[in-house]
Structure formats: structure tokens, C-alpha cells
């Protein structure tokens, strides 16, 4: 694991367009809470061994810490290309963590992450309208506004 969201993508963008020789995307996202500092971040999905007992543990963390606990989602996406140095694009969603789990749909920390204005968490949102808000959504979009895709041809 790198210590960086954008290392940790273009890692995994390198790894695959090295082995195929092909163009490669990688990720990274994590949820930061400000009430702790950020964590857990770069450590979100090690948080523990399943995602139950992740959204457990960060709420445990959370006990006892004033409300509201803001929070925001960030994902950065890597584009490598054989003979060009990789890119990165982030993205990141603001929010709130709420003490109860809210729904069904998404994955992760999606149904204790409230999204501003909707009065929704990601867990409630069918995908289409997480797409709208979505920290993974706005790091693809930022990708595709960039041109990236559209210099690989060129």
C-alpha cells in the first residue's frame, strides 16, 4: 500500500498496463472523518476483516465525539498508457456520518454516509442518482473533461 490515495491508484494503473501493454485504469477511495482526524482514509478498507465489522468499528470510534460528523468520500483515478507517464484525477463527496445504517444498495460505508442536500445516504440511492454525487463519479468525469482518453489516440 502507498501513502497516497493517487499512489496507491497509479500502482495499480502501471501494474495492469504493464502486464497487458495495454492502456489501464486503478482506483483508490477511502472515507475521512473529520472528527478523527481523517481516518480512516488510505486504511478504510482494513479498517477490519468485513465491511459489517468496519462500519461497526468506525462507529465505535465515532462514540461519544459531538454530531454532526462530517466527513468526505475521495476516490482518485489513474490512467496509464505504455509510454506516457500515468495521470490522476480526484474526486470526493462531502458529507455526514450517521449513527444508523440506512439502506440497502451501494457497498462500503455508502448506508451510514449521509449525502448533503438529499437527505439520503449512498445507501439509499438507487445508482443512477448516486452518480450524481458519487466521489468515484466526479474523479471519472474529471478524467473525461480532461481530454485524457482523447490524448491516448493522439
Known sequence: ????????????????????????????????????????????????????????????????????????????????????????FEGECRGEIVPEWRGQAGFGYDPIFLVPGTGKTFGEMPPEEKRLYSHRARAVRAMLESGALERLSG
Open 1 to 88: 500500500m502507498g501513502e497516497t490515495y493517487a499512489g496507491n491508484a497509479r500502482l495499480k494503473a502501471e501494474t495492469a498496463c504493464g502486464r497487458a501493454d495495454l492502456p489501464a485504469l486503478g482506483d483508490d477511495s477511502g472515507v475521512e472523518v473529520q472528527a478523527l482526524g481523517g481516518f480512516p482514509g488510505l486504511h478504510s478498507a482494513r479498517l477490519a476483516p468485513t465491511q459489517v465489522e468496519r462500519t461497526a468499528e468506525l462507529l465505535k470510534r465515532l462514540e461519544g465525539k459531538p454530531r454532526p460528523w462530517n466527513a468526505r468520500f475521495v476516490c482518485v483515478v489513474a490512467l496509464a498508457a505504455p509510454g506516457r507517464p500515468a495521470e490522476t
